[in-house]
C-alpha cells in the first residue's frame, strides 16, 4: 500500500508490518494533484508516480515523476504534451493497469479528458472521453474485471431535471465505460447504465461480486448495488467525516503478500 500526506510518502505492507518512507521527490514543496501506486510486472518493480503542480502568475507549472522501490529514487520525466489548460488543484488517486498510470484532468476548455503514462516506455497520451457523455455529467475513474473503467453520473438536462433537484432528492443514475486497449483511438466502449437510484450522492468503484459502490447522501454512508440482480446493500457506516462526500473515494484489490519494503542493508 501506499500512504502520503503532503509531500510525505509512504510504501507499507499490513501483513509484514514493514515500511519505507520514500525520499522526498523532486519539486516536495509543490501541491500533489495525482498520486498512483502500482506493480509493473514487465519490471518487476513497484512504482510511484506523483503529478505536482505550482501555480503561478497566469498560468501553472507542472511536473510528473517517477519513483522505482529498486533504485529507492525518483526520476523526474520532462513532457511536454501535458495541457497548457490544466486546471485541476486536488489530490486524486491515478488508476493503474500494465505498467499505464491514468488520470482524470480538469480543464477550463474544452472538457476533462484522461492522461496516460506509460512507465516503462516513458510515453504520454491523453484520451478523449467518450462523445456521448454531456458537459453536465461527473466523473469517476477506476477498475472494473482488469479492464480501465468510467463511471459516469447523470444529472441535468441529460435526465430532465437539474443537477440541483437531483442532488437534493438523492437520486443518481450512472453509465459504465470500458476503456479499450492502450493507444487506440476509439477507445470506449458503454457496458450498461444504472438507475436512477434513490439516496445516492455517487459511485466510486467496483466490488469483485458484480457489486458498483456508491457513496450514500447520509456522510459516511457505503451503499453497493448489484447491477445483476439489482440488490442493494448498505454497509456499515465507516466514519462520521462530513468530508468523505466530497473527497476523492477509490476502491483497490488487497491480497496479502510477503514482499518486503525495507531498504536493502548496505
Known amino acids: 500500500m501506499c500512504l502520503s500526506l503532503n509531500s510525505n510518502i509512504v510504501i507499507c505492507n499490513p501483513a509484514t508490518r514493514e515500511f519505507r518512507l520514500l525520499p522526498q521527490p523532486p519539486c516536495h514543496s509543490w501541491h500533489t494533484n495525482y498520486l498512483g501506486f502500482a506493480f509493473d510486472s514487465r519490471t518487476n518493480d513497484y512504482k510511484v508516480v506523483r503529478v505536482a503542480t505550482l501555480r503561478k502568475i497566469g498560468c501553472v507549472d507542472y511536473r510528473i ?51 496516460a503514462l506509460n512507465t516503462v516506455e516513458g510515453s504520454f497520451k491523453q484520451r478523449p472521453l467518450p462523445v456521448d457523455i454531456g458537459f453536465d455529467s461527473r466523473t469517476n475513474l477506476c ?63 467496483f466490488h469483485p461480486n458484480n457489486e ?38 477509490q476502491v483497490f484489490q488487497y491480497s496479502e503478500s510477503l514482499v518486503s519494503v525495507k531498504r536493502r542493508s548496505t
Open 65 to 115: 515523476h517517477i519513483y522505482c522501490m529498486s533504485a529507492d529514487s525518483w526520476e523526474e520525466l520532462f513532457l511536454m504534451a501535458l495541457s497548457h489548460n490544466f486546471n485541476g488543484y486536488h489530490h486524486h488517486p491515478c488508476t493503474s493497469k500494465d505498467g499505464v498510470f491514468y488520470w482524470l484532468t480538469s480543464f477550463v476548455h474544452p472538457r476533462d479528458q484522461i492522461d
Open 143 to 205: 477498475l472494473l474485471n482488469d479492464s480501465v473503467a468510467l463511471i459516469v453520473s447523470l444529472y441535468g438536462s441529460r435526465l430532465g431535471e437539474t443537477q440541483f433537484d437531483y442532488e437534493r432528492q438523492g437520486k443518481t443514475q450512472f453509465d459504465v465505460w470500458l476503456m479499450d486497449e492502450y493507444g487506440v483511438p476509439e477507445c470506449w466502449t458503454k457496458k450498461y447504465t444504472i438507475g436512477p437510484i434513490l439516496g445516492i450522492h455517487r459511485p466510486f468503484g
Open 212 to 249: 458498483v459502490l456508491m457513496t450514500g447522501c447520509d456522510y459516511g454512508l457505503i451503499v453497493s448495488y448489484n447491477h445483476s440482480t439489482g440488490d442493494i446493500k448498505v454497509y456499515k457506516q465507516l466514519c462520521n467525516w462530513p468530508e468523505l462526500i466530497r473527497c476523492s473515494t
